[in-house]
């Protein structure tokens, strides 16, 4: 039977199955307007002899249990009645669903098959047609299994990213998909359902020649036969993988390190986040919901941050925090996970920080680019800007002639001349040596901060010229340049020995909690 007879049929018999239940109705409501006339009938005092009075009563009781009985009869006739149109109405859900799915491929196969109409006339219009038959379209996949938490309550998700991709790695289609735990529980076995999945949308594409992009050795290895599985439930799909594989005319594995997979990872992710929130209402309307795993509160999915490489999520205030600490220290910005390094980016970061908080940001993360012993700042208090040696150097050479020779340089900011070792605007007819033993040119600033330095007993650093201060902790330094002394002397210490024979630690210093401050 064709398509649409089969639809044609099927929408004759809804209209039957209504017509009949309609007429059911009907005839139920005539019966019941006959018992009440016949009850009305046996209750009238017109009678002539009240004894028949019980047998009417007696046959009104028969009746209204008659009554009962048809009622029954006719609710279950109703209840089939009911099953059977919401499964037609089920079945024509579906139908529909099937062919708005198989249009879509249809589409998609037209605008594969453009494609490469175009790319195969702009191949032999170049002579070069036989490398363009050789292009394979790339498959990126990624399965993950995470631990979430959804209120108060810890689980494991897991989900799926697919994405096929043309020659150009133009995304074609891409696919995200919860996966049940219950019959997944690694990694591994998430990795290779997406690798089944993103097959299956390629044949289901009408695709002949694949790369697939895989970032999980174990896969790879898997895929490319350099190991056999052992366990029955990673050989059943990796099966159903080979028979996929001889659906196509060329197929290929490629490993690849977590930043190419970026794509797939996120689609994953966002199979797993679409578990872990839940809809709810406010008093704007309804929301979705997600628990943020620090603060372990409530939060609206718009009010939660994702990092942008391990795209791990917290909600604005925590990430806030997060930021600010890590600024307050004068470390590098990463993402707040266990474990996790990835750097979270400062363009991503207006939704929760104020613009002043993004400015220091962006220097720290400047400043963390630039090794310490390489840093300079302009020592112009208006611009105080960081550039490293070798920069400022190529740009003052550009400024003057004999800039390395003589130490002058020229911030890039302000064009302030400074001198690169006193760090100091530039001293004209002196040598640095002559500037630092000349107590005019001071500043009243230098003189305060070496002031201070001497009554709070600050030790500077000979490699790098910061001033270190020891809070708490034994007398043996390491500075933040990597340069290591005594703090008492400031003698050097070569493989972690001391090259002085002054004390290693005072007791006061040490039986505090704490950590040296720099």
Same mark, same amino acid.
Request: proline fraction near 3%; include cysteine.
């Given at each position: 039977?064709?398509?649409?007879?089969?639809?044609?049929?099927?929408?004759?018999?809804?209209?039957?199955?209504?017509?009949?239940?309609?007429?059911?109705?009907?005839?139920?409501?005539?019966?019941?307007?006959?018992? *009440?006339?016949?009850?009305?009938?046996?209750?009238?005092?017109?009678?002539?002899?009240?004894?028949?009075?019980?047998?009417?009563?007696?046959?009104?009781?028969?009746?209204?249990?008659?009554?009962?009985?048809?009622?029954?009869?006719?609710?279950?006739?109703?209840?089939?009645?009911?099953?059977?149109?919401?499964?037609?109405?089920?079945? /024509?859900?579906?139908?529909?669903?099937?062919?708005?799915?198989? /249009?879509?491929?249809?589409?998609?196969?037209?605008?594969?098959?453009?494609?490469?109409?175009?790319?195969?006339? /702009?191949?032999?219009?170049?002579?070069?047609?036989?490398?363009?038959?050789?292009?394979?379209?790339?498959?990126?996949?990624?399965?993950?299994?995470?631990?979430?938490?959804?209120?108060?309550?810890?689980?494991?998700?897991?989900?799926?990213?697919?994405?096929?991709?043309?020659?150009?790695?133009?995304?074609?289609?891409?696919?995200?998909?919860?996966?049940?735990?219950?019959?997944?529980?690694?990694?591994?076995?998430?990795?290779?359902?997406?690798?089944?999945?993103?097959?299956?949308?390629?044949?289901?594409?009408?695709?002949?020649?694949?790369?697939?992009?895989?970032?999980?050795?174990?896969?790879?290895?898997?895929?490319?036969?350099?190991?056999?599985?052992?366990?029955?439930?990673?050989?059943?799909?990796?099966?159903?993988?080979?028979?996929?594989?001889? @659906?196509?005319?060329?197929?290929? +594995?490629?490993?690849?390190?977590?930043?190419?997979?970026?794509? +797939? %990872?996120?689609?994953?992710?966002? +199979?797993?986040?679409?578990?872990?929130?839940?809809?709810?209402?406010?008093?704007?309307?309804?929301?979705?919901?997600?628990?943020? !795993?620090?603060?372990?509160?409530?939060?609206?999915?718009?009010?939660?941050?994702?990092?942008?490489?391990?795209?791990?999520?917290?909600?604005?205030?925590?990430? @806030?925090?997060?930021?600010? +600490?890590?600024?307050?220290?004068?470390?590098?910005?990463?993402?707040?996970?266990?474990?996790?390094?990835?750097? !979270?980016?400062?363009?991503?970061? #207006? #939704?929760?920080?104020?613009?002043?908080?993004?400015?220091?940001?962006?220097?720290?993360?400047?400043?963390?680019?630039?090794?310490?012993?390489?840093?300079? %700042?302009?020592?112009?208090?208006?611009?105080?800007?960081?550039?490293?040696?070798?920069?400022?150097?190529?740009?003052?050479?550009?400024?003057?002639?004999?800039?390395?020779?003589?130490?002058?340089?020229?911030?890039?900011?302000?064009?302030?001349?400074?001198?690169?070792?006193?760090?100091?605007?530039?001293?004209?007819?002196?040598?640095?040596?002559?500037?630092? *033993?000349?107590?005019?040119?001071?500043?009243?600033?230098?003189?305060?901060?070496?002031?201070?330095?001497?009554?709070?007993?600050?030790?500077?650093? !000979? @490699?790098?010229?910061?001033? !270190?201060?020891?809070?708490?902790?034994?007398?043996?330094?390491?500075?933040?340049?990597?340069?290591?002394?005594?703090?008492?002397?400031?003698?050097?210490?070569?493989?972690?020995?001391?090259?002085?024979?002054?004390?290693?630690?005072?007791?006061?210093?040490?039986?505090?909690?704490?950590?040296?401050?720099?």
């Amino acid at each position: 039977m064709e398509g649409g007879d089969l639809e044609a049929a099927v929408a004759a018999q809804r209209r039957e199955l209504v017509a009949s239940r309609a007429l059911d109705s009907d005839a139920d409501y005539a019966f019941q307007l006959q018992l *009440m006339e016949a009850v009305r009938a046996s209750l009238s005092p017109s009678r002539p002899s009240a004894s028949r009075s019980p047998p009417a009563a007696a046959d009104g009781a028969w009746l209204v249990g008659g009554d009962g009985d048809g009622d029954g009869d006719g609710d279950g006739r109703s209840l089939a009645t009911a099953l059977m149109l919401d499964e037609m109405e089920r079945y /024509a859900q579906e139908h529909q669903d099937r062919e708005h799915c198989e /249009a879509e491929f249809r589409r998609m196969r037209q605008d594969l098959d453009r494609r490469a109409g175009c790319l195969s006339s /702009a191949a032999s219009s170049s002579s070069s047609s036989s490398a363009s038959s050789g292009e394979c379209f790339r498959v990126h996949v990624k399965g993950l299994v995470s631990e979430e938490w959804i209120k108060d309550e810890k689980v494991v998700v897991a989900g799926l990213g697919v994405a096929v991709c043309d020659f150009k790695d133009n995304v074609i289609i891409e696919l995200k998909k919860p996966l049940i735990n219950d019959v997944l529980v690694s990694d591994l076995e998430a990795e290779i359902e997406a690798l089944v999945q993103g097959l299956h949308a390629a044949v289901c594409l009408d695709l002949k020649r694949l790369n697939v992009l895989i970032s999980d050795v174990r896969l790879y290895n898997y895929v490319r036969g350099i190991q056999l599985p052992r366990q029955s439930k990673i050989a059943a799909p990796l099966n159903e993988v080979t028979m996929l594989q001889k @659906k196509l005319t060329q197929f290929g +594995a490629t490993l690849v390190g977590p930043n190419d997979s970026k794509y +797939a %990872y996120k689609l994953a992710r966002d +199979a797993i986040v679409s578990q872990i929130s839940w809809p709810e209402e406010t008093n704007h309307g309804k929301s979705l919901k997600e628990t943020c !795993v620090i603060c372990f509160e409530d939060k609206s999915v718009t009010e939660m941050f994702s990092v942008e490489e391990c795209l791990h999520r917290y909600c604005f205030t925590c990430m @806030k925090r997060h930021v600010e +600490a890590k600024l307050l220290d004068g470390v590098m910005i990463t993402c707040p996970h266990d474990g996790c390094n990835s750097e !979270v980016k400062i363009d991503s970061c #207006g #939704g929760f920080l104020e613009p002043n908080v993004i400015s220091i940001m962006s220097q720290r993360m400047k400043e963390a680019s630039v090794p310490v012993t390489e840093r300079v %700042y302009c020592p112009n208090p208006r611009c105080s800007t960081l550039m490293s040696k070798q920069e400022v150097l190529e740009y003052s050479r550009s400024a003057f002639v004999g800039a390395e020779r003589s130490r002058a340089r020229n911030c890039m900011k302000c064009q302030f001349f400074f001198c690169v070792d006193c760090k100091v605007p530039w001293h004209y007819n002196m040598t640095c040596y002559e500037y630092q *033993m000349s107590s005019a040119t001071a500043t009243a600033g230098d003189a305060q901060l070496k002031s201070l330095a001497r009554k709070r007993l600050w030790r500077e650093c !000979v @490699k790098c010229k910061n001033l !270190v201060e020891l809070a708490e902790g034994c007398y043996h330094i390491t500075c933040r340049c990597g340069h290591e002394f005594c703090y008492t002397c400031g003698a050097e210490w070569r493989n972690k020995k001391a090259t002085c024979s002054c004390p290693i630690w005072n007791e006061r210093n040490i039986i505090r909690d704490g950590r040296r401050r720099y």
